[in-house]
């Protein structure tokens, strides 16, 4: 969902027409006709040429009522969002009747971040994907690894009584009651361990859990038989096991026993990268 700024805004207030849209990457628009709606938008390429998206057309819009919604201020980029006397659309399609109580509304995160949703009586909408209102809240990465003020992982869930969504809307496939975030992309519930919402197997799932204590750009976890990471850079969305290691001044690498692994754990074992190369470490699936 589109942040609006009001620095950016006075910015393109004064940029010429065709520098904006390089700058917003995406335009969209609802072009209005006496006879129809369509919604249309376009990326802009590295080159600067406008490659056009299929375009959709409104159904059924009361032209006479008919007009573009904004989240915050009035975007030069667009707005996905329109609404008439009937129904409020996204990209062009309906998805609310409620008009009356449609509206757009901020959530303060755990994280001081700002949730940015849309909202009628019944649902609120992420990305024009409807989720059930009652009972709704945010839940983030309980104790997530930073990347300066940036943390690492899933940018959190909408858990509700009886599902768990994406930000983007979508649901996932887990059980609500018992999900939790265990970090960097990792979750679990009553079923399984998950990494970017695909369960895992090559897993003891009994006995799987995060090590909070240590890690530096990265979560570590462990079961009875394993060690694993997650969460570095490139390796944002796996499951890794460290298979065997080799400590600063060893001459072998060393077996990875999760019984003794995290025990006096020098600066270099706790980030992958700094010894990846004497690394035997297999992703997990």
């Keep these: 969902m589109a942040r609006y700024f009001f620095a950016l805004l006075c910015a393109l207030a004064i940029i010429p027409a065709a520098v904006q849209a390089q700058m917003c990457g995406m ?40 007009k573009v919604i904004y989240e915050g201020a009035t975007d030069p980029c667009g707005s996905p969002y329109a609404e008439d006397k009937n129904h409020v659309y996204y990209l062009g399609r309906t998805i609310t009747d409620d008009v009356a109580h449609f509206k757009f509304s901020t959530l303060k995160r755990k994280s001081g971040e700002n949730f940015f949703y849309a909202e009628d ?33 899933h940018r959190g869930y909408v858990k509700t009584p009886t599902g768990i969504y994406d930000m983007d809307g979508k649901k996932v496939d887990a059980d609500a009651q018992s999900f939790e975030i265990l970090g960097c992309n990792v979750t679990r519930d009553k079923n399984a361990v998950y990494v970017d919402n695909k369960a ?12 909070t204590s240590v890690g530096k750009e990265m979560c570590y976890f462990k079961d009875a038989k394993s060690v694993y990471w997650s969460g570095s850079r490139g390796f944002a969305n796996r499951l890794i ?14 077996i990875a026993d999760p019984a003794t692994y995290f025990n006096d754990m020098d600066d270099d074992r706790k980030n992958p990268f700094m010894y990846l190369k004497t690394w035997n470490s297999t992703p997990v699936d």
Excluded: C
């Excluded at 197997?201 to 799987?208: E, L, R, T, V």
């Design 200 to 211: 895992v197997h090559q897993i003891d799932f009994p006995s799987f859990e995060r090590v």
């Design 27 to 66: 335009a969209s628009k609802y072009n209005i006709t006496d006879h129809d709606v369509v919604f249309s938008s376009s990326h802009a390429s590295a080159t600067d040429a406008q490659i056009p998206n299929p375009d959709v057309q409104v159904e059924n819009p009361n032209l006479a009522s008919f």
């Design 121 to 153: 009586n019944t649902h609120i909408y992420l990305l024009g994907n409807p989720i059930p209102k009652d009972g709704f809240e945010v839940i983030e990465d309980p104790d997530p690894i930073m990347i300066g003020k940036t943390p690492v992982g």
């Design 241 to 254: 096991r460290v298979d065997k290691f080799r400590t600063k001044n060893a001459t072998a690498p060393t």
